[in-house]
Each structure stands twice: as C-alpha cells, then as structure tokens.
C-alpha cells in the first residue's frame, strides 16, 4: 500500500556570497511597516493631490502661451502671464506647499524610525548581526530620505521636464537653467525633512508622540515665525524652516511677483530677508537631526 | 582553534563587576553557559559579539579577534538574545528573513532559507502572523530561527528555553541536540537550567560573580562516585539486596525495579557485587559506576572555590 511520507529537511549549510549592504534591509522594512498605515496612503493621495495641481496649473500656463505665441495673439502675453504666472512660480510654490504636505508623509512613515527601535528593544537584534553604527544610521536615512525624494524631488524634476517638453519653443532655452535650482532646492527640503524627522525620532520616546511633535511643530513655528516677522522681529523669520526653505527657493528660481493663480494657493507670503542666512539656518537643522541621530546611536550602542 | 580563547577579560558597569578575569579556552558542539543570575553570562555574550568591549583582556571566537573585528565575529555568529528582540509589524517570517538580510543574503535566498528554518524550528502557519501576536513560545522559535538563518558557524542562545511549556522545552533541546550532532552550527547555550545543559551539551562554562568556577567537558566536571555503582538484573530481584549486604556491601532500589544502587564498602572492588549476584544465583546485565549528577557537580564546582 502506498503511504505519504514525510521526511524533515533539517539543518543545511548555506553556500554562495553575501553580497547584500545592510543598510538597505533597514531602509526597506521602514516602507513596509509605514505602507502598511492608513495615515500613509492618505497623506500620499495628498501628495499626488498636490502635484496634479501644480501639473495642471503648469500646463494650462504652457498651453495658454503656445496658443498666444501665435501671430496677432502675442500682444495678449504680458497679460496672460499675470493671470497664469511664470514656470518659476509653479515650481517654487509646488515645492514649499509639498514640503508640508512631505512632513505629513514622512512624519506618519519614519516617526518611528528610531522611537519604535527603542522601544521594542530591537537595538539588539541589528547589532547582533554585522552591521555597523554608520549601517543602521545610514539604513534609517536612506529609508526617510526616500520618501521626500518620491513625493518632492522626483516631481519637481518631472514638472520640469514637462515645462520644457511642451514649452513653446523660444521658451525652451529659458527653460533648461531652471532643472538645478527647482530640483536642488527640493533636495534641500527633503534633506531638512529627513534629518528633522529621523532626529526627533532619535530623541522621542512613542512614535505617535513624534509624528504629532514632528507636524504640529513645523506648522506653529511656521505660523508663530510669520506673525512675528510681521510684528517687525526679522530675526525669527530665520527659525521657521519652511519660511527658510521659502526664500532659498524663490531666490534661486528668481521668482518675481505673484501672479492672481499663485496668489490663490495657500503659504507665498514672502521670504525672509537673506537668502544665505536661511541657508544657514536649514543647513542647522539638517545638522542638528543628524547630531541627534548619532547621539542616539552612540548612546544606545556602545561597540560597533 | 578553539570554538573560544578568552584571556584575561575583565568588564565593569559603574559598582559592577560584570566579568572579573575570565580565562578559559573552549571546544566542543555544544557548550553549556551555566550560572545563577547576575554571574555574567548575558555580558560574557555580549562581549563575544563585540556588542559591548571589554575593559581588559583578549577575546577571540572562531580563532577572531573580537575587540579588533567585531562585524566579521558577528557575521560567523548566530544570536538570539533573552529580551524581546523583535520589530512590532512584521510577521515571523518577515522577521527572520529581515535577519538572513541583515547578514548579506538576497531578499530571495533570505525568504527561501526563512522558510527553511521555521520549518526547522516547528513554526507553522503562525509565521505568517505579526510577532507580536506569538506566545512566548512561537518567540523563542522565531528568535532561534534568526540566529541560524544566515548559517552561522556559532550560534548564542540566550536562555532560550525560559517561558517555554514542557512541550515546547523538550522540542527546543531536541533542536539543539540535531544542531549538534547534525552538521548545523556549535551552539552555547546560555541557562541556569542544569537539565537543559545536561541533555544537549558536551562541554560547560560555569560562571559565579563574574568569574569563571568551571570549563571544560561534562564529563570532567562529573567525577565518579566513590564507591557508589548502578546495577541492573534480568528481572526485579529483591534477593540481591540480601546478597549483597551479606557481602558487606549496602544496596538501596533505583529507578526501576530491576535496579539497584549499591555501596561497596570501604576497599572493596566490584568484584564482590559479581560474587553477591552469583551466591543468589542472580544474572547481572549492567554494572557501571556512578557519578555525580550535574546538580550535584555544579554546586560542588561554585562551593569548591568560594571556599
């Protein structure tokens, strides 16, 4: 008679090259442990709400000139540039509104990047495998640092490209200088995002208490620091990154005057007095979440 | 090569000395880490691991250097400590092949030999829940898992067998005896339970204060009892008993009934238990001397020396 028979495989020796960097394990686990929240498909939709805004608004602008570029039409452009605005201003106010669209994504994903380490005791299981300090930190970096990367730096790249794809033509070389200030300035938002989150969740204790620090945060000192740049005290325009981030990019896509379609879109007041203080001031708090990070990590590993 | 070399390690927390002079240098496929709470086993670990350096001393595992390369010592170690050592939203089999990727594999190799091993370590559909789900059984197994899930050389474990129910306990320590005698990954395993070292190891590290009372084989910790032998029957004879004290010697029932635990007297040889047997005309199937069970020998090593 024939019988199913089961036969235990047992322990087997593991051959072949490891090549895998740990760093990108971490970076991954972040995602999927963020993906799986609610809060983050939603700020995501949000996101994706934004950038059909700014496309929208890009392309009507572009079309609008195509269209007007043509023969006894062109007289029309100084007008229409006041009512649609320049590709300058799209870009510029598609980064700052993302950028505090991006601190509700990346707060709700990597609140916890560090905090839920801490708490969950799982300092012991990375360090028991061979990674390093530097490992881990750069692990949880690369992991936030993704994020603001998806829903900030990579559309203001494609918003650009679209500019110049659909530009009427002696448009186009006006064009292509824009791709270093659009994108880099959406680069130094996603970097002060990612540092700023990542150390609070260094210093926090709950991942809740961080996110909810981490929003709450960016949106009073950004409140609180325009009330009281308009109250005459210019110093503390300097502590709001937002505001910081604001006139770095205005200063770097040399946006003008607002036209009536950016004056319809919430937070373009204006910039804080120098550019290359508000530099300054970004490049604090980006080295500031990052001392924490370290901090932390010396603090809680002490070899390796 | 030793399996550990460590010489002259010493470890301090603040009032604490963790480790006072550890010397020792073992071999084997099983070690057992014994010791009352707070001998220093945990840190002893944990400073094989390069996870904490230690003040003083030379600490080398698998012929490494553990001070000077920690991250190649770790790569060839397998470690599933006593805490919780999870990462809450992650499933078991998220977790453990987390761990294989953590130590270089590729997520696909990492997956398939996750698998493997919560086939080994008796993880059934559970893995596919979040761990912290599991009872604390399904997390010893699962840490277990992770420790062995890149194929390491040596494998931690840290009191992996507290909380288990008997059941559970007995399907662990099984696993360590097929690591051991398979060709798996040399195991220290760290406890306070003398069974659990007893049943599935070859050599032991005994540990008070910081300090090292013991290393070496079981078998050396476990001296013959002077005078003391076990002697089974054919059938249950309760006329060698007579025999034997007729003999001058004393014999007391053992485990079962065909068993007998008898004392020679002073001088005498086993000799005299074959002549008792043959004057009760009684067959004798087994004759061996006794030796001190590991309770026994494990107090008598921390006694020895704190006297």
Redesign the interface.
Known sequence: MMRDEVH???????E?????W?G???AR?LW??GW?RRATKMSLMACFGVFGVHGVWLVSQLMARRYLNLGPRRGLLTGVDRVVGSVHEVLAAYVSIQFFVTALVIAVVASGAIA??RR???F?????????RLHYALGKLLGAGLIPFGTLVFPTFVLWLTAVGIAPPGMRSELWWLAVPAVGSAALGAATLTAGIIGLSALGERSLTVCTAFVAGLLLMSGVCEGLVESGFEAWGYLSPERDLRTVVDWLLQVGHDSLSASLLPGRPDGNGSPALSLLALGAWIAAGLLALTWRIRRE???? | MALLELTDVSKRYGATQALDAVSCALDGRAIGLLGPNGAGKTTLMKVLLGLDAPDTGLVRVLGIDARQAPTEVRGRLGYAAEGPGRLPGLSGLESVALAGELCGLRRRTALLRAHDMLDLVGLDEARYRLVETYSTGMHQRVKVAMALVHDPDLVLLDEPTSGLDPESRDELLDLIVHLREGGGPAVILSTHLLHDVERTCDAVLIMQRGQVRFAGPIAALQQPATGRWTVRTAFPAPALADALRAHGAMAAPGERPEAWTVTLPPGADPTLIWQAAASAQISVVHLAPQTDSLEQAFLGAIKETAS
Do not use: C, K, N, Q
């Open positions: 235990a495989i047992g322990y087997r020796r593991l072949g090259p490891r090549p895998v740990p990108w394990p971490i686990t999927v442990l799986r839920d380490d969950a005791g799982a012991e299981l990375y360090f028991s495998r061979p990674l390093t590993v002490r070899a390796g």
